[in-house]
């Protein structure tokens, strides 16, 4: 029923999952991820009510008045079921509720994978209180209607309770009464009347308990704070399907998700070919080996009996031909796996690299840095699932079946009970997995969280030592790990169980076999030692077989959890545009057209831009901190895309020029660039061929000359990681100089500039001034005095305009 997320932002994709699971409707959570907008916090509720309306279900978003709830507890079943943000350590999550149960609520939690019962009041601890803000007219019609008709019942006229408290004053200090009133009672109605009269008249707003303060004046609106709640309601009954009627709107949306491992096999292409080639070696090293337990029986049946040392030569001449086949077997498919290894290390390694080159950026910032670093370490997991745990899974099912057919021939009726214990461990498995499922994927997601959180300390243990609050972060940390340690204790204890369970099967059926095996040759005679040997060594074979499988059951599914979070990094492919595109070209012009940016498409950030670029231009763009300038620059290098309006280069659409050749004429240096832990030439040239002597003629214009010249090595000087070798100047002198000798043509500086010394500012803007080959577009909030602009813009709420 409950669907668990799967990373720390997705808990929103998951309670839309749910939703549907309680209406019984077929939809993959792979299609509702790829419709629902998600950035590094989530998705907000108006993205859930979009994608739910689209797929007909009816919603609504509604005000969670607790105070009559508690007083109409029959109210509820009218809400449900409904989907809730709550108040998350990590952020905003939801919780989607849906049954009531004597006097508690059913929550089904996506963070914890599980369902609990909660009461109103711990329903109300966990929800997160929005601020609505309603006409305030209106809503004061609608006030004076319900408070006059709690008023007439105490002779208190409404003019007079407005003489000392507006709308939303008079309607809170009335909630609160009846909330009195009903659930502690008052000795009788004349001391109602007083309680009422003293606290209209007598009491300020401020004496109400917080949560009783829900409505306040706020000028000509009126403002609510309490939980926002969509209530969803399922779609509308469809006839059943007859011939010429219509699909279904979103018929992609039930195509079920194929099986990850099936998937996977899929991606690997050509690279499968080895892998069938490790299997059928493995399969058949298991099938030889399985042979060695007919040798216990021709030992006994035929070799001791027969009394001859020629007999028991031949035997062991045999069995030790035997013996080395085996070994041989075993050998190559240790070598076949050695060289499957290496192959799927570089498809995994690789494949997750290509990946990150290939994906958008926005899509690959909504990964927090914890999730990103263990899908990364998934990619070394998963050779091991291949070679050690997959293979093996289907070697143990090929010797169970093996097994069983031998047996089957020794004694059929026996055999039957050995089909009987299979059927218990296959019942034992479907009970004993969704919980291991549902653990382990908690137990990736608190790891992701503890990546998160540790590599933020990694990165801020400056500010935490400068600050003396090393210890108040790792009591952060320890949550975390505590979480991550309940949920790893949880699992050993159901995989303590199983392994428990599994043993004690095992051992019971084991001793039925051999009592009824013993019985049989006592009595009628009608098996041999060396088949009653052989029959107790196979059925322990199979029994073998099941009970690794069975006891492996947490590492399967905690390969499955890797596996699924390995195929979940996947970005929906980009609507197809025009084949080819123009790759010969260099940029003369470059104009913006009411181009609009939004992180979510329903919420514009940028709007209706508008700018024109010629060759040698030279553009200034200014604005407040958040105005939208670092986005302007990253759609303008088509880093994001833009979601309305044209971008021409040339005077020509930039959908038909090549993509990637269009990339390379439009460089974006930003204040945020790192600097990688590799030479100062490297960091500048990027492997091109830039000679040393144009490089330090350059350093010489900026004032960067003095710092390469004093280290031994000089422009081989190995930078720390992100440049903390250098100080902030001489780290914006290098970006500077990155951009510099790029064959772009069209350089963006994002607050490069900033951070620079005054004397190099003065050379570094001079320098800027002779650039007359390329369109320079500086962004900055700070002065720039010495750089003669050719054009200039202010960004103001998300539009560009042209200061007076």
């Not at 749910?18 to 509702?32: A, G, L």
């Not at 966990?126 to 002779?155: G, P, R």
């Not at 181009?595 to 040698?616: I, K, M, T, W």
């Not at 290098?637 to 090549?658: K, Q, S, V």
Request: with cysteine.
């Amino acid at each position: 029923m409950v669907d668990c997320q799967l990373k720390n932002n997705d808990c929103g994709v998951s309670a839309v999952k749910t939703i549907f699971n309680i209406f019984d409707q077929d939809v993959s959570r792979k299609y509702i991820q790829q419709h629902i907008f998600l950035d590094e916090q989530g998705s907000s509720l108006t993205d859930l009510q979009a994608f739910l309306e689209q797929h007909e279900f009816t919603t609504r978003l509604r005000v969670l008045d607790f105070h009559y709830l508690q007083a109409t507890p029959v109210a509820w079943e009218y809400l449900m079921p409904f989907i809730m943000p709550i108040v998350h350590p990590n952020g905003l999550h939801y919780v989607v509720v849906d049954k009531v149960k004597g006097d508690k609520l059913r929550v089904l939690d996506p963070a914890k994978a599980n369902e609990y019962y909660a009461t109103p009041s711990e329903l109300k601890n966990m929800a997160y209180f929005s601020k609505s803000y309603w006409d305030l007219v209106q809503m004061e019609q609608k006030l004076m209607l319900l408070c006059n008709q709690e008023l007439a019942q105490y002779d208190v006229k409404l003019e007079q309770a407005l003489t000392t408290n507006d709308a939303g004053t008079l309607f809170n200090k009335l909630t609160y009464f009846s909330y009195i009133k009903t659930n502690f009672g008052l000795k009788d109605r004349e001391a109602e009347q007083k309680f009422l009269h003293d606290l209209l008249f007598n009491q300020e707003i401020g004496a109400l308990p917080k949560h009783f303060r829900a409505l306040k004046n706020d000028e000509s609106r009126m403002m609510m704070r309490a939980p926002l709640v969509l209530t969803v309601a399922p779609p509308p009954a469809r006839p059943q399907a007859e011939a010429g009627a219509p699909q279904a709107a979103h018929p992609e949306a039930s195509v079920p998700e194929p099986s990850p491992y099936l998937t996977l096999l899929q991606e690997l292409g050509t690279n499968r070919r080895i892998w069938y080639i490790y299997i059928f070696a493995a399969l058949f090293s298991a099938m030889t080996t399985q042979l060695a337990v007919f040798v216990n029986q021709v030992l006994i049946d035929y070799v001791l009996p027969s009394y001859q040392l020629n007999t028991l030569v031949v035997f062991a001449i045999g069995l030790g031909v035997f013996k080395l086949f085996d070994l041989a077997t075993s050998l190559n498919v240790s070598f076949v796996g050695i060289h499957m290894g290496n192959i799927l290390d570089k498809y995994f390694l690789t494949r997750f690299d290509e990946k990150l080159n290939q994906y958008s950026l926005p899509f690959i910032q909504s990964f927090k840095r914890g999730d990103l670093t263990e899908r990364l370490s998934d990619a070394f997991k998963l050779k091991g699932f291949f070679l050690r745990f997959f293979t093996r899974i289907l070697v143990d099912v090929f010797v169970s079946l093996y097994s069983l057919a031998i047996l089957f021939y020794i004694d059929a009726r026996l055999t039957l009970v050995i089909c009987g214990v299979m059927v218990a461990f296959y019942g034992w498995f479907r009970l004993v997995t969704p919980t291991l499922k549902r653990n382990e994927r908690l137990r990736f997601l608190r790891k992701s969280e503890f990546f998160t959180k540790m590599i933020e300390k990694l990165d801020g243990i400056q500010v935490l030592k400068s600050f003396r609050i090393e210890e108040a972060y790792s009591r952060k940390l320890l949550q975390v790990v505590t979480q991550l340690l309940n949920v790893q204790l949880k699992n050993r204890y159901v995989d303590l169980l199983n392994g428990a369970v599994v043993s004690v099967i095992s051992m019971l059926a084991s001793l039925l076999i051999i009592v009824a095996l013993t019985k049989k040759a006592i009595v009628g005679n009608a098996i041999s030692l060396g088949q009653i040997v052989t029959f107790i060594a196979l059925s322990e074979r199979v029994f073998s077989s099941l009970r690794g499988i069975l006891s492996e059951n947490l590492v399967l599914q905690e390969n499955e959890v890797v596996l699924r979070r390995y195929l979940d990094f996947e970005e929906a492919a980009p609507a197809a545009g025009p084949r080819g595109g123009i790759e010969d070209f260099a940029i003369e012009s470059l104009a913006l057209h009411e181009l609009g940016f939004g992180y979510n498409p329903q919420q514009l950030v940028l709007r209706n831009l508008s700018l024109d670029a010629e060759r040698g231009d030279k553009i200034r763009i200014e604005g407040q901190n958040g105005s939208g300038k670092t986005t302007l620059s990253k759609v303008l290098t088509g880093l994001y895309e833009p979601a309305a309006g044209r971008m021409l280069i040339n005077d020509t659409d930039r959908r038909f020029f090549d993509p990637e050749k269009l990339k390379e004429k439009l460089v974006l240096v930003t204040n945020e660039d790192i600097l990688f832990n590799d030479t100062i030439e490297f960091n500048i040239a990027f492997g091109r061929k830039v000679s040393p002597a144009r490089i330090m003629q350059m350093a010489k214009k900026i004032g960067l000359y003095e710092f390469i010249a004093s280290k031994e090595d000089g422009l081989a000087f190995l930078i720390n990681e992100n440049g903390r070798n250098l100080s902030t100047g001489q780290r914006k002198k290098i970006l500077l100089m990155r951009g510099l000798f790029s064959t772009a043509d069209v350089l963006i500086l994002d607050e490069v500039l900033s951070g620079i010394d005054a004397a190099s500012r003065i050379q570094i803007e001079g320098l800027l001034n002779e650039f007359t080959n390329k369109i320079l577009i500086v962004i900055s909030h700070e002065a720039i005095d010495y750089l003669c602009f050719t054009k200039h813009y202010s960004l103001e709420h998300g539009t560009l305009i042209v200061p007076a």
